[in-house]
């Protein structure tokens, strides 16, 4: 299936959402420039119940993990059931994802929408994510209960970006990673607080060396709290000065937003055989279902 990148003049960004927990959303995206745009038709929200495509009576989702082992996992036919009629990209939202970042959010907003895949469990099975070339996505190292509160940050960067979204147009272009470094520090009434006062240059009126000043601080606390984006931008001991290294980028942008290409199988090493015929293989937790060769 393909489907055309570009903005449709008539249909809106759209943000669809495959989770357990359809109750979640909008949530904070419902709230201040993120709900009133959703209220204007900048944007749309399509949330989508994983639940309503479970097996039988129970609507059950889940199941044990092959090989044992704690917790559940996400049925690929019950996922799949749920994208049957969804257009992608798909968006898996999972620890071991891609880091998610500013670029990204500017790549997913020139498209006409995303699909996010909220994890849950264990996890999702892989054969789903390989099927439907899904792209993992992390907001960092660290684990969350679900994929909820990650597909909220990740829709909330984008949507920020679409046209008319923000008062100021300037606004996202100031802000930190559009020029690889970390924003500068702002200050506002009043002049001094605390017996701290705003610095002179900012009260200046003179433009031009405000502009310096902000940026002469945006470098220090990027250096600071992030030396790997300082580095990234190709300054070394050996450089008196920035000297930028352009960003990878794909070759295409459609080739970006979706997963790899699955990887064959590998096959299982042949284990030797076991002479001691008599003993009996000890028990997996998790196992008794599932059939054995």
Not at 260 to 278: C, I, L, Q
Request: hydrophobic share 35%.
């Amino acid at each position: 299936m393909t489907h055309d990148n570009r903005q449709s003049e008539t249909t809106p960004w759209t943000a669809r959402v495959v989770t357990l927990l359809p109750e979640a959303f909008p949530g904070i995206l419902g709230l201040s420039i993120t709900g009133r745009a959703l209220e204007q038709g900048l944007w749309r929200l399509e949330p989508i119940d994983l639940r309503a495509y479970g097996i039988g009576k129970h609507r059950t989702v889940d199941d044990t993990p092959a090989g044992g082992g704690p917790g559940m996992v996400i049925r690929p036919d019950v996922m799949a059931a749920a994208l049957a009629n969804v257009p992608g990209p798909y968006l898996y939202l999972s620890p071991r994802g891609q880091r998610f970042d500013q670029t990204m959010a500017k790549d997913f907003t020139a498209l006409p929408g995303i699909t996010l895949i909220c994890g849950r469990f264990e996890g999702l099975d892989e054969r789903a994510i390989e099927h439907f070339r899904m792209l993992e996505l992390s907001l960092g190292d660290f684990i969350l209960t679900g994929g909820e509160i990650a597909a909220m940050a990740v829709i909330d960067a984008c949507v920020r970006l679409l046209p008319g979204v923000l008062g100021n147009a300037c606004s996202s272009e100031s802000e930190s990673f559009n020029d690889g470094l970390l924003e500068h520090p702002h200050y506002t009434k009043p002049v001094e607080w605390e017996g701290k006062r705003i610095p002179e240059v900012l009260l200046s009126g003179d433009h031009a060396a405000i502009a310096r000043w902000r940026r002469e601080q945006a470098e220090r606390i990027t250096r600071l709290n992030r030396p790997d984006l300082w580095l990234a931008r190709g300054l070394g001991p050996e450089h008196g000065r920035l000297r930028r290294i352009e960003p990878f980028r794909a070759p295409s942008l459609p080739r970006r937003i979706i997963g790899p290409e699955p990887e064959p199988a590998e096959r299982a090493p042949t284990a030797p055989k076991d002479e001691r015929a008599s003993e009996k293989a000890p028990s997996v937790p998790g196992q008794s279902d599932w059939p054995h060769g």
